[in-house]
Structures are given as structure tokens and as C-alpha cells.
């Protein structure tokens, strides 16, 4: 990994484009640095000024008499470049250039980024940018930005795409006193990106909550490595803008058609133990969350109110965010019944009462968060008359101290009334929340990165494949590649998947109505018949599928309709002859499929297979980079298809080992061979006793990768 401890703990820093005149960019980072307490050395590079701000002045930064450690580049893009170039030969380390007027800008733009990349190359030295608001560290501190001041200081990381949800975050943080450690602006990305400086934050000690506002990932595969292990260490959050489906690449199978790019980023953001954030209140909510707070050691909720319909309201968001209410001991349940009022609730929500001063709390606090089977607090108020919002925030605190394992949020319901108690506990670091569902959601977050933590930190190689033959798909990849298709025929898919061990009926290619009878008779009754066309995906679609077909008379006329049909349906489409297959018993159905993402790779599903896939759309994903066991089983019991494979209403429950084993095959085969774009097993017949796919789709997209 780069290491970026000198970029956000330099020696030195110049500003090349520093000016004297108020309002220029180049005069607010100098502001900035002096005002953020930066003890190291700062260089204003400008062409004609002697002195900015108290500093020397210098004409370009190979005159600057020591190593400068930082380069903040804030002059017009055609002269940036030479001024890159100049940094490269005064021996910087790091640029950060403000400057726009790069990729964002179009074709010319994009040159001279890439002219850029090739100086920082040449000369060694990393880029942040360009087209950034700047960094800043309020650790070490520095601000080298032109953000109207620096933020509070405190724990969390804020790493932003976007440049104006920086400065607005920034505005707001101050308002509401949330502090950050540190405040990265990416920019273009063109050399140092998201990875970096999640890793970078990882290992800063002053960073306890990493967040991101995310427009894309420059790297999947190395986002997933890099941050799988980052997200072990710290709390990862990230907002990913471009969410619509508008951008989702066209797909032919059903598997593609089932997984846009966003499925694929929820997937891998889980898949490495990120928490995604649907909104910028929820990264907030969530943020503070973590900012000062162990994550809870389960999912087991007490909450503590004085009014009982925003106790239901909390208790149905326990639900919907698939928490648990804790269940009071006896002994804790019959303590609050002698200590509280006879009209209080004393099972979870415990109700205090309207009337309810800091002491009633107290006792019903004292209470619930002894208890073992609570995991995690919520502390709710509504102002009355008789409210003491202070004391009871106060309590709060008590509490935290008390049992530090154990998390303490707030839901203040009001405003003015409860300010005072609001913003102690902002103080002290309870999450604080205007209303109980945000408090919830933001403690499920908790629970879910605790969960996804576990995982990863669990996890095992998938498997040893023993029975793989590479050879024979590669051999197979090269006949389709010969006969320039890129869809495999039904055989040539199902000799793919055999070639990794993965259970198919047996399918044979005729050309004939009496070739199929013959095969018909040697792998017995009944069998199934399917139109082989490399242009025709959904087959049923166009009459290109007989079942059930018992008899020598009924596989002679089967064939001749099929024929018929696709023909009437589809004229002049190349036709390479029909598949036989033997009928197999019904079983479960299910699909087992690949598409590959661009970002993220093989990108696996499963769910309810058969003819309405697309419409049930009952169907889970993983990515199948560091697939694990465990992943592979959550993903089956995440789909409706589950409670049928478990046995429903009476029928015999399905060998879902078998369906772990062929959905880590397909994860295997789609690593193996990256020029496999897409795999549909659809239906997998799931039985008692292992299970069987009957059609098998692959499509390659080139043959660039076959040695
Ligand atoms: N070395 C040092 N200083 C130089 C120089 C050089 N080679 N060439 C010019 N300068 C000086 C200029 O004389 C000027 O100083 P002055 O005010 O004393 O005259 C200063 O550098 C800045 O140059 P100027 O031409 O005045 O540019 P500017 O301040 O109007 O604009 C940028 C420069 C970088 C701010 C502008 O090009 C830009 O990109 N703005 C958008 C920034 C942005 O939005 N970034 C993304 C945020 S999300």
C-alpha cells in the first residue's frame, strides 16, 4: 500500500499559485494553513510577490532552499503542467492539484490529465487530484484547501468525490460541532483514490469512523482486497452516489438482467464489510454512531421512553431493521414493577410515564442496562411540563460509564425544550437523534458492520476442487471461438460445467428426427427436446422446448414442430440442430447464474429458478472474489426459495450442500476464466439427494484471454 504519512504529516508545504489578493484560491489555502496551527514550513511560490501573509515568497519551488514534502498546485491548468514538472525536479512527494480543467472538461482535458500522471510517474512523486478542494489533517494539523475554515476537530474521516458535499458537510459540521480527524478531497482520482486513503485512515490512530462520499470505485478488485482488510480495523461508510439502473449494462442472460451495477457495489460493499449508507443524513447518523460508542455485542435492544407511541413507533423499527426487543429477567421485570409508578410499562419499551423526572428514569435505566439480555440502550424523551432534559441526558453519560460494553443512544423528540440535554449528550458522544427510527436504523448499522466483521474475520478459503479440468473448457472455448460465436450451444455449455463438476443432465446435439429417436432409445424415456441456435436465448419463447416425451412417435414429432415453430418465429436464423436431454424428476427449481460486473468481477446469483425468474425476481448475489462458505449459505437463506428447499409443507427438504458445492463451482469457473461474461443454470433441479442443472447457458466475450 502507499504510504501517505508524509502527504498528511509533511514537513513542509508549498502553495504554487499563493497570492496576496483576498478571495483567489491561491490566497485562501495560505489563509488556511496559517490559520489550521500548521507547524511546519510554508512556501509561497508566486512570480512576483516577495512576502504573502508573513511567509517568504519564492518565484517557483526549486528555489525554495529546503525538501518540500507537499506541493498544493492552485494555477491555471496550462501552466499547472510545468509546474508538476518543476515540483518533479525540486524532489516533492506529493502534489495536490486544485486546479479544474482536466478529465472533467472532455477529450483535451483528459490529455492533459494523463500528461500529469506521466510527470508524477517520471518524477515519483503521488498525486492528489486534480480538480480537489484540498486536504487537511486536524491532527497534525494543516489545512490545505480552500474550504471556508477548518472543521471541529474529532475522530472521524471524511474522504469525498465530490468537492461541494465536502464544503457542505464541512458548513454543517460546524453547526452541529461534529469533529473530523481528517477531510479529503479526491477529485478526478487520477493517481491516489478511494483506496488509499481508506487504508491511510485505517492506519491513522486519530481515526476511529471512516466515511466516503462515493461517485464510483477506481479499482474493484483491489477496493475489495484492500478494504476487506481495512473494514476488520475500522468502521467504513460509504454513500455511493448513481444509484438509477440507467448505466446497468445490457445483459442476455437472466442472471445479467437481474444484477445492475448497483446490486453489484451493494454486493461487494458487504461483501468487504462496508456499510452502505442510502442517503447523506444516514452516513451522518451513522457516523456518530461509531464515532464514540463499542459496537453493541448483539442485537438485543432495551428502550427506556415517557410516552408510548414513539416507544411502538421505536419498537416496530426493531423490527423492520431486524433487531431484537431485549426480554427482561424476572428479577428485572419485577424490580421496575416495585420501583415504578403501577401505571408504567415495565416490559420492554418501558414506559416511565408522561410525568416522568430524571430520578424515574434513572431507576429504569439502572434497571434495563444490568440486565443481560441487554445489549444496547435507547433512551427516548418527549418534553412535558415536568421534563428534565439535562438531568436525564446526564444519565445517559452515567450509564456509558457504567457499563462501557454496552451502547446508550438517545432519541430527543422536540427542539428548543430539550436543547440544553441535546447537546450535552452531542458532547459527551451519545448519538442523539430527533426521532427514534434514524436511532435504530443507525444502531441495526452497528450491529450489521459487528456481523459482517465476524465474517470476515472468520473466514476460510473456499475449497479444494479436485475433479476440475481446465483443458477441456479451454479446448471447448477455443471450438466456440473457431466457429466465431460467443454463445455456447447447449452441449458445448454443458461439457463446460461437467469440466468443473458441476451436475448436468446429459444433453446430446441431432440433426435429425431418427438421430433423435436413436438417442431417445439409448438413454430411455422420457426425454426433453430444445432448439440449438446461438441466436435464440429464451427458447421456450419461440416453441423451441418439448417435454415430457415418451415415445419414439412423440420425439419424431416433436422435432418436426420445433423446426416449424422457430422457423415461423424466427426465419433465417442459423439453426446447428436439436438437443436431446433425458426428462429428469421434478425437483426444487432454481437458478444458479454468473454475469460478470465491470467493476467487481464474477458477480454469482441464486434463487427461485424456472420460467419466471425475472418476474419473481427472488434472488441473492455475492461476488466471487474471497466467496466464502458462509457467504454461499447466507446467500441461499436469504431467498424465499430457501423455505421451499428446507421441505414445505411436507415435502422432503433439498441437499442444499449440493447447491453450496455448485454455486462455489460457478464462483471457481468465473475466476478461472475471466472470458466467461455470463452463466445461466436455469431451473437447477434441487432434490433430496443432490442436485441436477438442465440448461446450462454461457456466453464468452472474447477470446483475448485464451492462451
Ligand atoms: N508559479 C507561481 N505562481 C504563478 C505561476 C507560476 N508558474 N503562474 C501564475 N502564478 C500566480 C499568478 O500570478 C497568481 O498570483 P497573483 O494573484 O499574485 O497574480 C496566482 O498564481 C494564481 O494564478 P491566476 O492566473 O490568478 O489563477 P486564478 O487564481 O484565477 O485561478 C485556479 C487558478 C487554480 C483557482 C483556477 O485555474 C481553477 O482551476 N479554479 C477552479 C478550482 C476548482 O474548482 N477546483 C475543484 C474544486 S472541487
Redesign the pocket.
Known amino acids: 500500500m502507499s504510504d501517505l504519512s508524509i502527504l498528511f504529516n509533511p514537513k513542509s508545504i508549498a502553495v504554487?499559485?499563493?497570492?496576496?489578493?483576498e478571495g483567489?484560491?491561491?490566497?485562501s489555502i495560505l489563509v488556511n494553513l496559517q490559520e489550521s496551527g500548521y507547524a511546519g514550513n510554508v512556501y509561497p511560490?508566486?512570480?512576483?510577490?516577495e512576502e504573502i501573509l508573513g511567509y517568504k515568497c519564492y518565484?517557483?519551488v526549486k528555489e525554495v532552499p529546503d525538501a518540500v514534502d507537499v506541493a498544493v498546485?492552485?494555477?491555471?491548468?496550462h501552466?499547472?503542467i510545468?509546474?508538476a514538472k518543476?515540483c518533479g525536479e525540486a524532489g516533492v512527494k506529493f502534489l495536490v492539484v486544485?486546479?479544474?480543467?482536466f478529465k472533467e472538461i472532455g477529450e483535451e482535458g483528459l490529455k492533459r490529465e494523463q500528461e500529469l500522471v506521466r510527470i508524477c510517474k517520471e518524477y515519483n512523486m503521488r498525486l492528489v487530484?486534480?480538480?480537489?478542494?484540498g486536504i487537511m489533517d486536524n491532527h497534525t494539523p494543516f489545512n490545505a484547501s480552500?474550504t471556508p475554515g477548518s472543521p471541529p476537530k474529532g475522530k472521524i474521516a471524511f474522504i469525498s468525490q465530490?468537492?461541494?458535499m465536502?464544503?457542505a458537510i464541512l458548513d454543517w459540521s460546524r453547526s452541529v460541532g461534529l469533529g473530523f480527524s481528517r477531510f479529503i478531497?479526491m477529485?478526478n482520482k487520477a493517481d491516489l483514490n478511494e483506496i488509499d486513503f481508506i487504508w491511510s485512515a485505517c492506519e491513522d490512530p486519530q481515526t476511529s469512523v471512516i466515511l466516503c462520499y462515493l461517485e464510483d470505485v477506481t479499482d474493484g478488485e483491489r477496493f475489495l482486497e484492500v478494504v476487506r482488510e481495512a473494514s476488520k480495523r475500522k468502521p467504513i461508510i460509504i454513500l455511493k452516489a448513481g444509484t438509477s439502473t440507467a448505466g446497468a449494462r445490457a445483459a442476455s442472460s437472466h442472471t445479467g438482467a437481474l444484477a445492475g451495477s448497483n446490486i453489484a457495489y451493494d454486493t461487494a460493499f458487504r461483501q468487504c464489510g462496508v456499510l452502505r449508507a442510502d442517503n447523506m443524513a444516514e452516513l451522518f447518523d451513522l457516523a456518530i454512531a461509531f464515532v464514540n460508542q463499542p459496537v453493541p455485542a448483539g442485537k438485543q435492544i432495551a428502550i427506556v421512553t415517557n410516552s408510548g407511541g414513539p416507544g411502538i413507533i421505536a419498537t416496530d423499527s426493531v423490527e423492520r431493521y431486524n433487531l431484537d426487543m431485549a426480554r427482561f429477567s424476572k428479577e428485572t421485570t419485577a424490580n421496575l414493577r416495585e420501583s415504578l409508578p403501577v401505571e408504567a410499562s415495565v416490559y420492554n419499551p418501558v414506559d416511565v410515564l408522561g410525568d416522568a423526572p430524571a430520578d424515574r428514569y434513572r431507576t429504569a435505566l439502572e434497571a434495563v442496562m444490568a440486565d443481560d439480555s441487554t445489549h444496547c440502550a435507547l433512551l427516548m424523551l418527549s418534553p412535558t411540563a415536568v421534563t428534565e432534559p439535562l438531568k436525564t441526558a446526564e444519565l445517559a453519560a452515567e450509564m456509558r460509564q457504567k457499563y462501557p460494553d454496552k451502547p446508550v443512544f438517545a432519541a430527543f423528540m422536540g427542539g428548543e425544550r430539550l436543547a440544553e440535554g441535546t447537546r450535552f449528550l452531542a458532547d459527551y458522544g451519545i448519538p442523539t437523534y430527533t426521532f427514534p427510527e434514524p436511532a435504530v436504523k443507525a444502531i441495526s448499522g452497528m450491529v450489521n458492520y459487528a456481523h459482517m466483521r465476524q465474517k470476515i474475520e472468520n473466514a476460510e478459503p473456499l475449497y479444494t476442487f479436485d475433479n476440475i479440468d481446465r483443458q477441456a473448457v479451454k479446448a471447448t472455448f477455443y471450438d466456440v471461438i473457431r466457429d466465431r460465436r460467443l454463445v455456447l450451444l447447449g452441449n458445448e455449455a454443458t461439457q463446460v460445467a461437467q469440466a468443473y463438476g458441476i451436475p448436468v443432465a446429459p444433453i446430446y446435439l441431432v440433426n435429425s428426427p431418427d438421430e433423435a429417436v436413436e438417442k431417445a432409445e439409448s438413454m430411455g424415456y422420457p426425454v426433453v427436446l430444445k432448439i440449438a441456435s446461438p441466436k435464440i436465448i429464451h427458447k421456450t419463447d419461440v416453441g423451441g422446448v418439448k417435454v415430457g416425451l415418451t415415445s419414439a412417435e412423440e420425439v419424431k414429432n416433436g422435432y418436426l414442430e420445433i423446426m416449424e415453430s422457430v422457423n415461423r418465429l424466427m426465419p433465417g436464423t442459423p439453426i446447428y440442430g436439436i438437443e436431446i436431454q433425458k426428462m429428469m424428476p421434478p425437483g426444487n427449481e432454481i437458478i444458479v447464474g454468473m454475469t460478470r460486473d465491470l467493476q467487481f468481477g464474477p458477480l454469482i446469483a441464486f434463487g427461485l429458478g424456472g420460467i419466471y425468474v425475472n418476474l419473481l425476481k427472488d434472488v441473492s448475489f455475492r461476488l466471487a472474489q474471497n466467496l466464502t462458505r458462509q457467504e454461499i449459505e447466507e446467500m441461499i437463506k436469504e431467498t424465499k426459495a430457501y423455505t421451499l428447499l428446507r421441505g414445505y409443507r411436507g415435502s422432503d427438504p433439498s441437499d442444499i450442500e449440493s447447491l453450496v458445492d455448485t454455486i462455489a463451482r460457478i464462483a471457481k469457473l468465473s475466476l478461472d476464466f475471466p472470458e466467461i461474461a455470463e452463466i445461466d443454470l436455469n431451473p437447477v433441479f434441487a432434490y433430496s439427494d443432490g442436485a441436477v442443472a438442465l440448461d446450462v447457458k454461457i456466453t464468452i466475450s472474447s477470446d483475448d484471454k485464451l492462451e
Open positions: 504554487v499559485g499563493a497570492s496576496n489578493k483567489k484560491i491561491g490566497h511560490i508566486n512570480l512576483k510577490e518565484p517557483s498546485v492552485a494555477v491555471p491548468a501552466i499547472s510545468n509546474v518543476e486544485i486546479t479544474a480543467g487530484g486534480p480538480n480537489v478542494v480552500f465530490s468537492g461541494a465536502l464544503l478531497s477529485g
